[in-house]
């Protein structure tokens, strides 16, 4: 078993490699959705809910690094590195806001930028699948920062990402019946 230091840094070393390995996900996910896969419904939900559990893991594993970094002592001389593991709830409610703001951007930037005067009704149709998908960042984060996470909180985190999978294809389907 290697030392909490040592773990810490496999641990960096690994986050930092995820989060390449995520960007170019991130980049083929948003050039891949096209007209025929939002069209295969199946095919749709199995790619929101892998890329939004990549997403979600890839929080996890941040959290975790900083959590091993603030435990190790590896922020001995810094007066404030506990605040975020004593007030996990704010943190992980700010984050989560934080987001999924960007991700309501990132997406509304697919239909050829933003238009300010259509970002309400974005913000609109976009609430219920956020409001999900920011509960499951919330948990995860949390449980991540109180270092309480088990399996079975991992498997109720994952299950909102995919009942929020389920609504979004759901949404998009009557979003193009209703401009059709």
């Not at 959590?67 to 007066?79: A, D, G, I, P, T």
């Not at 929020?164 to 998009?172: N, Q, R, Y």
């Amino acid at each position: 078993m290697p030392s909490p230091k040592t773990r810490t840094a496999l641990l960096g070393l690994a986050f930092l490699l995820f989060l390449l390995l995520s960007y170019i996900e991130n980049t083929l996910f948003f050039q891949t959705i096209s007209g025929e896969i939002i069209s295969n419904n199946l095919l749709f939900v199995v790619i929101l809910f892998t890329h939004n559990v990549l997403a979600v893991s890839l929080i996890l594993l941040g959290m975790t690094f900083y959590v091993n970094l603030v435990v190790s002592n590896f922020f001995k001389r810094e007066k404030y590195a506990n605040i975020v593991l004593e007030h996990p709830r704010m943190f992980a409610l700010v984050f989560a806001l934080m987001i999924i703001v960007l991700s309501i951007l990132r997406g509304s930037s697919l239909l050829g930028g933003i238009d300010v005067e259509a970002l309400p009704l974005i913000l609109l149709v976009s609430a219920p699948v956020g409001i999900i998908e920011g509960y499951g960042i919330y948990l995860t984060i949390k449980k991540t920062l109180s270092q309480n996470m088990s399996m079975k909180d991992l498997t109720y985190i994952y299950g909102i990402f995919f009942i929020a999978a389920l609504m979004e294809v759901a949404f998009i389907n009557l979003l193009i019946s209703i401009a059709v």
